[in-house]
């Protein structure tokens, strides 16, 4: 997939582009379950008084 970046002067007038191939992806769902989990457990941690 082609990206068309706008390239901007001082005063936010459009001077010109660039194109930039972005490639497809899909994410991994496993993983990022995986990091959301682990991020949800480190919140726990410490927050208990006892």
Same mark, same amino acid.
């Given at each position: 997939? $082609? +990206? @068309?970046? !706008?390239? *901007? #002067? *001082? @005063?936010? @007038? +459009?001077?010109?582009? *660039? #194109?930039?191939?972005? !490639? /497809?992806? +899909? !994410? #991994?769902? /496993?993983?990022?379950? &995986?990091?959301?989990?682990?991020? *949800?457990? #480190?919140? &726990?941690?410490? $927050?208990?008084? $006892?």
């Amino acid at each position: 997939m $082609t +990206k @068309e970046i !706008p390239i *901007l #002067n *001082l @005063e936010g @007038e +459009k001077i010109g582009s *660039l #194109n930039i191939e972005v !490639p /497809d992806f +899909k !994410p #991994n769902m /496993d993983v990022i379950h &995986r990091y959301v989990v682990a991020f *949800l457990a #480190n919140q &726990r941690q410490g $927050t208990s008084s $006892t």
